[in-house]
């Protein structure tokens, strides 16, 4: 039996807005002391009333902008009616059958082929409170912090067109890349500002076999979401091809088991008892609003990939690479200031040895320190030959390090190349009396030699030799007759 697996996604992100959802609460509760960023509101207290937060309404529909999903003129909050100790009012306020972005599509680029993966809707709620479990000597409690609850969060849902578990986890990758860029999310999953429950089925390709829909939580990393769906495609299958029936159901990933397993039988809609939140007004938008929005919007990661190799002519790869995280993009524009002919320079400095810089420190661009016009400066260094590409490996670790800019190092530090040929034929001349041996092996044909001569003027110059010149000397000192 060949089978075809189907999944789609129902992404939870957490807004980047200063206050809460629906109260003035702080929503920069990450490291907070338990249940300090709380009000009535928040807390579910009777007769507390909410009131919408633009900001979040607003990052909403750039989302949705950026999904190319259509804004429809009016939409509304709803009540999700449920128990659970971590849900303070005892339903949630999310939004039902019309929410805020609707029949959109995520574009984006992967393994050099074109996706495109269709977006149901995009709706705006809020987060629950965040229970801690603990154990006191054999006793079991939970513990509520409060902090959490009612940080705005938008709940994207895919159309059901994703193949492989290995797709599922590009897709998301792809998405929170727009998030980023957007600014709307960090979007960190670890953190749980981004955090995805997987829907996966199977299907026979003839169609006589099309297995139940199966919803999987718990996952809090892009590998476990990939790990959770392997498992998943391999438990269906393996069921269905004995001829058992699979239930609808939901399931929790176990990350240490690498496992699923069954935690309850799928809820529907009816369970909710959904209706209109009585103390929020509707939602009604003009398309000058959303045109304001439109207008707000940053370039998008797929169309400044594409822009990146029209415009600098970069390959694929180099602009992926530069096109990655918004802030690298930025920094590489602001480095050119507008100099197409510098782009490819500037790119192998940034993917390079900033990017080597970057992984030994762990730190992001901007946690390096050095700005776009000094790694311009340090290119244009290189370029008029004022040093050479070992000095300027140095160079750009000291103006990490002391903020100063790269002309300056140099200076104070006498950094600049010797290209002086009186003074590199006395280094040359001198190298040679001291390494007859080497002298001996290059006059015998061991043309490895010279490598190892080179290197020992670069030596005696500390690095700052001009390596054309210095070779070029070397040679011919090596050819001249042996006296
Ligand atoms: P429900 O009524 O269970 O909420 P929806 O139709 O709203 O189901 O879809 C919820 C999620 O399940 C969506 O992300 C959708 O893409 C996905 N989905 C729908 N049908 C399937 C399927 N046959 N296999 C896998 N995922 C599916
Ligand atoms: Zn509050
Ligand atoms: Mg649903």
């Keep these: 039996m060949e089978f075809e697996t189907i999944i789609g996604l129902e992404v939870h992100a957490q807004l980047l807005t200063r206050s809460k959802m629906f109260c003035g609460c702080s929503a920069d509760y990450v490291g907070a002391e338990p249940n300090t960023h709380v009000c009535p509101v928040c807390l579910g207290l009777p007769g507390a009333l909410p009131v919408i937060n633009r900001q979040a309404v607003r990052y909403t529909i750039m989302t949705g902008l950026a999904l190319n999903c259509q804004i429809p003129a009016y939409s509304k909050f709803d009540r999700k009616n449920y128990m659970y100790p971590d849900l303070m009012k005892g339903y949630q306020i999310s939004q039902y059958d019309l929410p805020l972005c609707v029949n959109g599509y995520l574009e984006y680029e992967h393994d050099g082929v074109r996706k495109r993966v269709g977006i149901r809707r995009v709706h705006l709620e809020e987060d629950t409170a965040k229970l801690v479990h603990a154990n006191d000597g054999g006793v079991g409690y939970s513990l509520v912090d409060v902090n959490r609850a009612g940080v705005p969060l938008i709940e994207i849902v895919t159309e059901p067109d994703l193949r492989s578990p290995e797709e599922a986890r590009a897709f998301l990758m792809a998405l929170r890349q727009v998030l980023r860029y957007l600014g709307v999310s960090t979007a960190n999953m670890e953190e749980g500002a981004f955090r995805c429950d997987a829907n996966i089925s199977q ?70 008892r959904y209706f209109p939140e009585p103390d ?204």
């Excluded at 769906?229 to 391999?234: Q, S």
Aim: charged share 25%; aromatic share 6%; hydrophobic share 40%.
């Design 280 to 483: 929020l007004p509707p939602l009604f938008l003009t398309e000058a609003e959303v045109a304001e929005i439109r207008a707000a919007m940053p370039e998008l990661p797929l169309a400044r990939w594409e822009r990146f190799q029209a415009e600098y002519g970069l390959s694929p790869q180099e602009s992926a690479l530069l096109t990655e995280e918004r802030e690298v993009a930025d920094f590489f524009e602001a480095c050119l200031q507008g100099d197409r002919q510098r782009a490819k320079a500037v790119a192998n400095w940034i993917t390079g040895p900033l990017f080597a810089l970057m992984r030994e420190r762990g730190l992001s661009l901007s946690g390096l320190g050095i700005r776009p016009e000094q790694l311009r400066q340090l290119v244009t260094l290189v370029e008029n030959g004022t040093i050479n590409a070992l000095t300027a490996k140095d160079v750009l670790e000291a103006v990490c390090a002391t903020g100063k800019d790269p002309e300056t190092i140099v200076a104070e530090q006498g950094l600049a190349q010797v290209s002086d040929v009186a003074q590199l034929r006395a280094v040359v001349q001198s190298v040679l009396e001291q390494n007859p041996k080497a002298v001996a092996d290059y006059r015998r044909g061991k043309s490895a030699a010279l490598g190892f001569l080179l290197g020992q003027v670069m030596k005696a110059l500390g690095g700052r030799a001009n390596p054309a010149v210095a070779r070029e000397l070397l040679e011919e000192a090596l050819q001249a007759p042996v006296d």
């Design 203 to 272: 299907r026979t390709r003839d169609g006589s076999i099309i297995g139940p829909k199966v919803e999987i939580k718990n996952m809090n990393s892009f590998r476990s979401v990939e790990r959770a769906l392997a498992y998943e495609v391999e438990r269906q299958r393996a069921a269905l091809q004995r001829g058992e029936q699979l239930i609808q159901e939901t399931r929790g990933w176990l990350e240490d088991q690498g496992m699923t397993v069954s935690q309850r039988t799928k809820e529907y809609a009816e369970d909710y």
